[in-house]
């Protein structure tokens, strides 16, 4: 797991953002953004803090540190320790912010109990849970497509709303857009889904 000031260096990645269409060269410093920035960073030292490390986190067995929040939950002492560390968690931003690393961490704790779902991707679904648990990383997503015309179906407008193009041995190559990515410009990956009917 990663401390804070490790989170603040990760985010030193040359990722692009802009706000008000000014390119912002470092979220870490820029007003917008650096409390956010450091308030995360908070959250992350506390993993490491010998008081509030016993809350916080647990050993999988696998022998790793991480956020309970982060790890498949077994049994009810196992969700009752996960809403206590998002709790203790909360309690760092004073309930303040919305979106934070534990987040998509309800989401991420699961792929390996359900890899199943994932047919044909089972394997991946498998590494994002060993990845997460072991970096506890901050994971933001977009679900919702522009608002274009809602009178045709999805596959009316698949110029516009994201999808795979080509596939490649090294990954697959996307084109189109998503919206309302919560936190993207202070978080280290997107889950990009859909949701609703088509």
């Known amino acids: 797991m990663m401390n804070g000031k490790e989170y603040l260096e ?51 067995e696998e022998g790793i540190r991480t956020h309970k929040f982060f790890k498949e939950p077994k049994d009810a002492d196992d969700l009752i320790g996960a809403r206590d560390a998002i709790a203790e968690w909360s309690k760092l931003n004073y309930g303040f912010m919305g979106r934070t690393p534990d987040y998509k961490a ?8 359900f890899a199943d779902y994932y047919e044909g991707f089972e394997d991946s679904a498998r590494h994002w849970y060993e990845k997460t648990i072991k970096e506890v990383p901050f994971i933001n997503h977009t679900i919702v497509n522009p608002q274009v015309d809602r009178s045709k179906p999805l596959h009316e407008n698949k110029d516009v709303f994201v999808r795979a193009v080509k596939e490649r041995d090294d990954g697959i190559v996307v084109s189109g857009a ?21």
């Open 10 to 60: 990760s985010l030193r990645d040359n990722r692009v953002v802009y706000l008000n269409g000014e390119k912002i060269d470092d979220v870490t410093e820029h007003p917008a953004y650096q409390n956010s920035a450091r308030s995360i960073a908070r959250m992350y030292d506390a993993l490491h803090d010998e008081k509030q490390q016993p809350i916080l986190t647990t050993v999988t």
């Open 178 to 198: 998503k919206m309302v990515g919560t936190g993207a410009a202070l978080t280290h990956y997107n889950f990009v889904s859909n949701y609703g009917q088509d």
């Open 106 to 113: 309800s989401f991420t704790a699961n792929l390996r109990a």
